[in-house]
């Protein structure tokens, strides 16, 4: 990768830094910042939703709205308690250079980040879902989901927040059959659909992104009826394909009985009764409900194979060929979380494709160890890398860092303009579904194709 560095210019830009700049859209007036080479609009509503009820898509706001600052993030943990006792999320919160202070909101916390190279017309764009197990994290979290890096490359960047854990799973079989979450990301893209033109992006041309349970996410974009014709790519990192055998969609019976247990602790029949409560309450009583069985635990904050949002179980989907046919990149790290099982689904996900003359899947395997300690290809370590942020952590990252990130950028951006991953100068990043199931190997070398033999994380 010698040499694909770039320098970009700090200095002797057109403007001011952080100067004001004003665009109109559909919605109306927005005030955001004007960056060296593009704009960022930060906190822009794009749903409103009391708790538990479906989100209503903003379609306009009065007077000039303020989106020059980070919008709330969705109700969570670090709302209510000052730090994580679980060492999974003290881990991914100290990975972070600067530990922000977020506000929080139930109704307001529906918002998306937005960043547009100067002068766009036309652009393709992309949408991200944060990961954190449909439990925690925001579009904001450690500003590592930044879109300077695409912005570059001619692509919009959307990063969208969707609600989470008590406040997306609420359950009674009839009136609230949970999958808030993914409501609020189909909310998102249609927001996007009816306003990105305004931004300079083209609204045809949307490739929907995630990690972890953003990636979950978008899988499960590709199996509902009501995401069909909002996005036309699909990246999922760290756990894209069929992960029913790891409960998503998960059966709602598991959310019924939560649901149940939370309303005897208030003596309600139901869940209407709970609408007064505080949200600490509301999530308290959620959250010790999970605590009582392993599945509960596991299972309590996915979305749900309701009938509706998902219409059927994916493997019936899949049969009816009801599925989404896009173009997709599917990734995993080397000590991820579930590694085999996720390099399994992206195998899976990769020969339905091809035995059934889909489109294209892409596999990539991150190898490059995050330097700093012995924590090796982790969960997640993609993303400093795919967004170009890695000076947003403490970790001391190298040359063969950046240039690995410049690779990684140059290949993404490639997919959601054409389709395909590409960039000019680097090696062809050949489909799995070319039946020899290459994945594209991200380390310190040069990119290449290889087979991985994935191993279960010690």
Same mark, same amino acid.
């Given at each position: 990768?010698?040499?694909?560095?770039?320098?970009?210019?700090?200095?002797?830009?057109?403007?001011?830094?952080?100067?004001?700049?004003?665009?109109?859209?559909?919605?109306?007036?927005?005030?955001?910042?004007?960056?060296?080479?593009?704009?960022?609009?930060?906190?822009?509503?794009?749903?409103?939703?009391?708790?538990?009820?479906?989100?209503?898509?903003?379609?306009?706001?009065?007077? =000039?709205?303020?989106?020059?600052?980070? #919008? @709330?993030?969705?109700?969570?943990?670090?709302?209510?308690?000052?730090?994580?006792?679980?060492?999974?999320?003290?881990?991914?919160?100290?990975?972070?250079?600067?530990?922000?202070?977020?506000?929080?909101?139930?109704?307001? !916390?529906?918002?998306?980040?937005?960043?547009?190279?100067?002068?766009?017309?036309?652009?393709?764009?992309?949408?991200?879902?944060?990961?954190?197990?449909?439990?925690?994290?925001?579009? $904001?979290?450690?500003?590592?989901?930044?879109?300077?890096?695409?912005?570059?490359?001619?692509?919009?960047?959307?990063?969208?927040?969707?609600?989470?854990?008590?406040?997306?799973? @609420?359950?009674?079989?009839?009136?609230?059959?949970?999958?808030?979450?993914?409501?609020?990301?189909?909310?998102?893209?249609?927001?996007?659909?009816?306003?990105?033109?305004?931004? #300079?992006?083209?609204?045809?041309?949307?490739?929907?992104?995630?990690?972890?349970?953003? @990636?979950?996410?978008?899988?499960?974009?590709?199996?509902?009826?009501?995401?069909?014709?909002?996005?036309?790519?699909? =990246?999922?990192?760290?756990? !894209?394909?069929?992960?029913?055998?790891?409960?998503?969609?998960?059966?709602?019976?598991?959310?019924?009985?939560?649901?149940?247990?939370?309303?005897?602790?208030?003596?309600?029949?139901?869940?209407? +009764?709970?609408?007064?409560? +505080?949200?600490? +309450?509301?999530?308290?009583?959620?959250?010790?409900?999970?605590?009582?069985?392993?599945?509960?635990? $596991?299972?309590?904050?996915?979305?749900?194979?309701?009938?509706? =949002?998902?219409?059927?179980?994916?493997?019936?989907?899949?049969?009816?060929?009801?599925?989404?046919?896009?173009?997709?990149?599917?990734?995993?790290?080397?000590?991820?979380?579930?590694?085999?099982?996720?390099?399994?689904?992206?195998?899976?996900?990769?020969?339905?494709?091809?035995?059934?003359?889909?489109?294209?899947?892409?596999?990539?395997?991150?190898?490059?160890?995050?330097?700093?300690?012995?924590?090796?290809?982790?969960?997640?370590?993609?993303?400093?890398?795919?967004?170009?942020?890695?000076?947003?952590?403490?970790?001391?990252?190298?040359?063969?860092?950046?240039?690995?990130?410049?690779?990684?950028?140059?290949?993404?951006?490639?997919?959601?303009?054409?389709?395909?991953?590409?960039?000019?100068?680097?090696?062809?990043?050949?489909?799995?579904?070319?039946?020899?199931?290459?994945?594209?190997?991200?380390? +310190?070398?040069?990119?290449?194709?290889?087979?991985? @033999?994935?191993?279960?994380?010690?």
């Amino acid at each position: 990768m010698s040499g694909r560095r770039k320098n970009w210019p700090t200095v002797g830009c057109k403007h001011k830094p952080n100067s004001f700049h004003y665009l109109d859209t559909p919605c109306g007036r927005l005030r955001g910042l004007r960056k060296q080479d593009h704009f960022e609009f930060k906190g822009v509503p794009f749903a409103y939703a009391d708790r538990w009820e479906d989100p209503q898509v903003v379609e306009h706001w009065e007077g =000039v709205y303020d989106a020059t600052g980070p #919008g @709330a993030h969705c109700c969570q943990y670090l709302q209510f308690y000052s730090h994580y006792e679980d060492q999974l999320n003290a881990f991914y919160n100290e990975q972070y250079a600067d530990k922000e202070l977020y506000r929080y909101s139930e109704r307001d !916390g529906l918002n998306l980040n937005i960043w547009t190279p100067e002068g766009a017309k036309d652009l393709p764009v992309a949408v991200f879902f944060h990961g954190g197990s449909f439990k925690t994290g925001g579009n $904001s979290t450690g500003n590592i989901n930044e879109g300077a890096g695409y912005c570059r490359r001619g692509v919009i960047l959307v990063s969208a927040n969707y609600r989470l854990n008590a406040f997306a799973t @609420a359950w009674d079989g009839c009136h609230h059959r949970g999958n808030y979450a993914i409501k609020d990301q189909i909310a998102a893209l249609t927001w996007v659909r009816n306003n990105i033109a305004a931004f #300079g992006g083209d609204p045809s041309r949307v490739t929907i992104m995630g990690e972890s349970a953003g @990636a979950m996410s978008v899988q499960l974009l590709l199996y509902t009826p009501y995401a069909r014709g909002l996005f036309r790519g699909a =990246v999922m990192m760290s756990g !894209g394909g069929d992960l029913t055998g790891r409960g998503i969609p998960a059966d709602p019976k598991w959310s019924r009985e939560i649901w149940k247990t939370v309303l005897r602790r208030y003596g309600a029949r139901e869940l209407g +009764e709970l609408t007064r409560l +505080e949200a600490k +309450e509301i999530f308290d009583a959620w959250t010790d409900a999970c605590k009582i069985s392993p599945e509960w635990a $596991s299972y309590g904050a996915y979305p749900v194979l309701d009938g509706d =949002v998902i219409p059927d179980h994916p493997a019936k989907l899949r049969a009816n060929g009801a599925v989404a046919d896009v173009p997709c990149i599917i990734g995993i790290t080397g000590r991820d979380l579930i590694p085999e099982i996720l390099h399994n689904a992206a195998l899976d996900w990769a020969a339905y494709h091809a035995e059934n003359g889909r489109s294209p899947v892409y596999g990539y395997y991150m190898e490059r160890p995050a330097p700093g300690d012995d924590a090796g290809a982790y969960h997640g370590c993609d993303l400093w890398y795919a967004f170009g942020t890695l000076g947003r952590s403490w970790r001391p990252y190298t040359e063969t860092d950046w240039r690995l990130s410049d690779v990684m950028l140059d290949y993404f951006a490639g997919f959601i303009r054409d389709g395909a991953p590409h960039g000019a100068g680097l090696p062809e990043w050949t489909p799995m579904t070319d039946g020899r199931n290459y994945f594209l190997r991200f380390s +310190e070398a040069p990119p290449e194709m290889f087979c991985p @033999a994935v191993r279960s994380t010690p």
